[in-house]
């Protein structure tokens, strides 16, 4: 029986796509750099920020570190309004919280973000842990998050779920030996998540519920 659910951020807690898409952009039109089609920043979100730029612009060594600076430094200004929760978090969140399970965080993004952007939000009380990009010695897919959220919170791989809308997500969720949980309403659709064989797929975080 499940104790615990970690959750990915990005694309599945909250909708950040268009303000990520609009500070990627900013940042290249700011560094001079050529345009990227909306679609191929799309498929690099739960990567670190590093790679985004890596995957997507093809940017290593100084130009990416000076690309991932300026990225920070806009997101505030022009990404942060465009961020919204999903339908049926705020529900969802709260049930689990009621039943006794142990709610965390564990995302590509930095922890200075994701405190910032989870109290924006109001859903920071809910998690016991928030843990981002800085806090583990290697992002995703590698399961160091999501192993030193287990260790923080004494739990058990086996009394855990890891929820996330990406492959990536999913990976670190079963490296780590979790069970996990693809979403289809965020950045990957439901056949890509399934190459990672994931014990649930939900189309509202809602359905989460009903399953564990």
């Known amino acids: 029986m499940a104790k615990a659910v970690f959750f990915d951020f990005d694309g599945t807690l909250a909708d950040t796509t268009a303000g990520i898409v609009a500070t990627f952009k900013a940042t290249l039109k ?24 890596r995957v997507a612009c093809g940017l290593e060594g100084e130009e990416n570190e000076r690309a991932c600076a300026t990225y920070r430094r806009l997101f505030p200004e022009v990404g942060t309004g465009k961020i919204v929760l999903y339908d049926g978090v705020m529900d969802t969140l709260r049930i689990l919280k009621d039943r006794g399970y142990i709610l ?21 009380d809910f998690f ?13 897919p590698a399961p160091d998050t999501v192993l030193g959220l287990l ?14 809308d990406t492959v990536f997500d999913l990976q670190m969720g079963h490296a780590a030996g979790c069970r996990v949980c693809g979403v289809t309403y965020g950045n990957q659709q439901r056949e890509q998540l399934a190459t990672e064989s994931p014990e649930f797929i939900v189309d509202n975080l809602r359905n989460l519920t009903q399953l564990i």
């Open 30 to 53: 700011e560094l001079g750099l050529p345009e990227v089609e909306d679609d191929a920043v799309i498929r690099t979100i739960g990567l670190p920020l590093t790679g985004n730029f």
């Open 104 to 124: 965390a965080v564990a995302s590509s993004r930095h922890l200075k973000s994701l405190v910032s952007l989870s109290e924006m939000l109001g859903i920071k």
């Open 128 to 140: 016991s842990e928030i843990y981002g990009v800085d806090c583990a010695p290697r992002p995703k």
């Open 151 to 164: 260790d923080v919170l004494g739990l058990a791989a086996e009394d855990t779920i890891v929820v996330g």
